[in-house]
Antibody, heavy 125, light 108 residues
């Protein structure tokens, strides 16, 4: 059974830092890209960052580029999100999700098939 | 960036109704679209990917169609457990993998 368990959320002051973790089990972690998605209170979903299975490629939303760093430790089956220079607008529930690849005639694409339960990050003084 | 616009934003319907939610992309995204269902306090759940492929375990009353810039999610006969918020997501190009603003489906 696939399980994704986020941790590390909490209350932090503006300008502060936090590191989120996502512990994965039930699948071959290193074979899959992983992603972080966040949801501000009462708002919609916002994609934040993604990382390839090897960790060699990373991608960021413009809203977090230069402040957040995604990484993974495949030996520990764990995904991370290092968040620096936090702002009030970063307040959200942060979800990690697994990105399987599917193949079609001329290429491949992704989707997010399993999500963790989320961890709440609150940025406030 | 590719923008996704869902309509309607709110939908009131009854058990047994057939409902359709539309997602329009600001530029063509081929069939690289997914649909998710989210209930209050819970993580999103994948329903459909590649515009029309039903995720394993999802009831067959859910279906998706479309390509290019216009897509639809249809629930053929609403069940009580279907009342939730639905999001479309484009995976044609990133960053970012943008989401629609959501459609809240409520009980009439």
């Amino acid at each position: 059974e696939v399980q994704l368990l986020e941790s590390g959320g909490g209350l932090v002051q503006p300008g502060g830092s936090l590191r989120l973790s996502c512990a994965a089990s039930g699948f071959t972690f290193s074979s899959y890209a992983m992603t972080w998605v966040r949801q501000a209170p009462g708002k919609g979903l916002e994609w934040v960052s993604a990382i390839s299975g090897s960790g060699g490629s990373t991608y960021y939303a413009d809203s977090v580029k230069g402040r957040f760093t995604i990484s993974r430790d495949n030996s520990k089956n764990t995904l991370y999100l290092q968040m620096n220079s936090l702002r009030a607008e970063d307040t959200a529930v942060y979800y990690c999700a697994k990105e399987p690849r599917y193949y079609y005639g001329s290429g491949s694409n992704y989707y997010f098939d399993y999500w963790g339960q989320g961890t709440l990050v609150t940025v406030s003084s | 960036d590719i923008q996704l616009t869902q309509s309607p934003s709110f939908l009131s319907a009854s058990v047994g109704d057939r409902v359709t939610i539309t997602c329009r992309a600001s530029q063509g995204i081929s069939s690289f679209l997914a649909w998710y269902q989210q209930k209050p306090g819970k993580a999103p759940k994948l329903l459909i990917y590649a515009a029309s492929t039903l995720q394993s375990g999802v009831p067959s009353r859910f279906s998706g169609s479309g390509s290019g810039t216009e897509f639809t999610l249809t629930i053929s006969s609403l069940q009580p457990e279907d009342f939730a918020t639905y999001y479309c997501q484009q995976l044609n190009s990133y960053p970012p993998y943008s989401f629609g603003q959501g459609t809240k489906l409520e009980i009439k």
